[in-house]
């Protein structure tokens, strides 16, 4: 038992055309909520780069866990909280402080425009140890995020981040890397170690379905003088 | 001979002895420096915060260990301030009753989270005002004046260190970062998205052909 509609002589031209028209709505769709890929942030091959090749997270010769002292003459320089990293080209970004207590992902500001520093690691100002900052590349309610910039950072850029004492602490950009998410160096995470600054975001192809990245974005650098 | 050098060296000391005396009480009198005051202020406000922090803490806490780390925080910058209050009495310091408006907002904005998210911005927020409280008193140890201040600060450091230390040993390292949810930053199409399109224009354009050709057949 069929249904035949008068004026629709040719069921096969209609699904044909109306196959077509599904895609083509669907891939319009795709296209309005950005269902493509960031612009590659490829490892840089900088002959001064601090961490070269694959190796993101090489830290320097890890050192053994400082014992804990109780005078405060033979403690060691403790920096205070940093509040906002200068990038260039682009308008001061306030950083909070983030954490990740029992919970396995990374918390991230709401705001995009902000980034968000990681409380379990080091401080501009520590003695030792990583620096973390994370910040959004975009956000479904907020836009492009204060991070976007970093997919293309150029190495040996400077920047300039300022703590709640208003002292400003200068990095050199010596790496920039993308990795897939699941490659995320747990080294990254430490307090011992050369003092270093990484910055990370997202890359790579955007799951319009998931809303997310597949791979981080990750930046390095190192405490410089001028 | 002998007696004008005795009475010039009598006069020189006393001479020596009166400077002495002199520079010893400038030393107890002089008013604090402004790097003092300026720690003694900063240290005051800060107590009254994890004063404030650690009750919420043992209200609100979710986890024993936050809860127990906010009784101690309670107890020992009560503590602390009870001798910084007595020393700026002495020295003429003018306190403030209050914590900083940074610092209230952000007793506001944890103090209105529940459960895990009290616990994760407690924890964070409490890092951080622990870090700038010994940065700065570490710099009052090191650029302060007043014995009594640079005591005060010499006091409260291996304290502030030994809550920070108790602290950092809470967030886990994460294992992941989503760092981007909207997409707009994808600005190259994905090849699914090229090939959808390719393949709609292809239908479309066969399935108008196909009933061209059969209206004009018709």
């Given at each position: 038992m069929?249904?035949s509609?008068p ?7 209609w ?14 769709a ?7 890929t960031?612009a ?33 003459a ?6 205070a909280t ?23 992902g990374m918390?991230?500001p709401?705001?995009p ?8 690691g ?14 959004h ?5 907020g836009?492009?995020?204060a ?8 190495s040996g850029?400077r920047l ?12 050199r ?11 995320l ?22 799951d ?19 | 001979?002998?007696?004008p050098?005795?009475?010039v ?11 002495l005396?002199?520079?010893?009480v ?7 420096s ?8 900063a ?14 803490a ?9 809860k ?7 107890q ?5 301030d ?10 003429g ?5 209050a ?5 209230q907002a952000?007793?506001a ?6 459960g ?5 911005a407690?924890v964070s ?10 940065a700065?008193?570490q710099?009052e ?15 409260a ?8 230390s108790s ?7 994460p ?5 981007g949810?909207?997409g707009?930053?994808?600005t190259?199409?994905a ?5 959808l ?11 108008s ?5 059969r209206r004009?057949?018709a």
């Amino acid at each position: 038992m069929r249904a035949s509609r008068p004026g629709r002589r040719d069921p096969l031209g209609w699904v044909v055309a109306g196959l077509g028209a599904v895609c083509l709505a669907g891939a319009g769709a795709l296209w309005a909520v950005g269902f493509g890929t960031a612009a590659d942030a490829v490892p840089m091959p900088s002959p001064g780069a601090h961490h070269p090749g694959p190796a993101v997270a090489a830290p320097a010769a890890p050192r053994p866990q400082a014992p804990a002292v109780a005078d405060p003459a033979f403690l060691p320089s403790v920096g205070a909280t940093p509040v906002t990293i200068q990038l260039p080209g682009a308008a001061s970004v306030p950083i909070r402080p983030v954490g990740a207590v029992r919970s396995t992902g990374m918390e991230l500001p709401d705001d995009p425009k902000q980034v968000g520093w990681w409380v379990g690691g080091s401080a501009p100002g520590d003695a030792t140890g990583t620096t973390v900052l994370v910040g959004h590349l975009d956000s479904v309610t907020g836009g492009l995020g204060a991070f976007a910039a970093l997919l293309d950072l150029p190495s040996g850029v400077r920047l300039t981040i300022t703590d709640s004492a208003g002292a400003p602490h200068a990095y050199r950009v010596t790496s920039r890397q993308q990795l897939a998410k699941t490659d995320l160096p747990a080294s990254l995470f430490t307090r011992d170690g050369a003092p270093r600054l990484v910055l990370i975001t997202c890359g790579g192809a955007f799951d319009h379905l998931r809303h997310h990245y597949d791979d981080n974005v990750i930046v390095t650098a190192v405490p410089t003088d001028g | 001979m002998s007696r004008p050098l005795t009475v010039v060296r009598a006069l020189a000391i006393a001479l020596a002895g009166l400077v002495l005396m002199a520079m010893g009480v400038g030393a107890a009198s002089a008013a604090p420096s402004s790097q003092d005051t300026t720690w003694m202020v900063a240290a005051h406000q800060s107590n009254l915060t994890e004063i404030a922090a650690g009750k919420a803490a043992q209200d609100k806490a979710s986890s024993q260990d936050i809860k127990d780390l906010g009784a101690m925080f309670v107890q020992m910058h009560t503590a602390l301030d009870a001798d910084l209050t007595a020393a700026a009495k002495n020295l003429g310091v003018a306190l403030p009753d209050a914590p900083s408006a940074a610092q209230q907002a952000t007793l506001a904005s944890v103090g209105a989270k529940s459960g895990a998210a009290f616990d994760s911005a407690w924890v964070s927020s409490q890092i951080a005002g622990h870090r700038d409280t010994l940065a700065a008193t570490q710099k009052e140890i090191s650029s302060g004046s007043d014995p009594t201040v640079v005591g005060l600060a010499k006091a409260a450091s291996p304290v502030v260190q030994q809550h920070l230390s108790s602290l950092l040993a809470l967030p886990q390292a994460p294992s992941s970062v989503q760092a981007g949810t909207g997409g707009q930053a994808a600005t190259e199409p994905a090849p699914v998205l090229l090939a959808l399109t390719v393949v709609g224009a292809l239908l479309l354009a066969t399935g108008s052909l196909l009933l061209k050709r059969r209206r004009q057949l018709a």
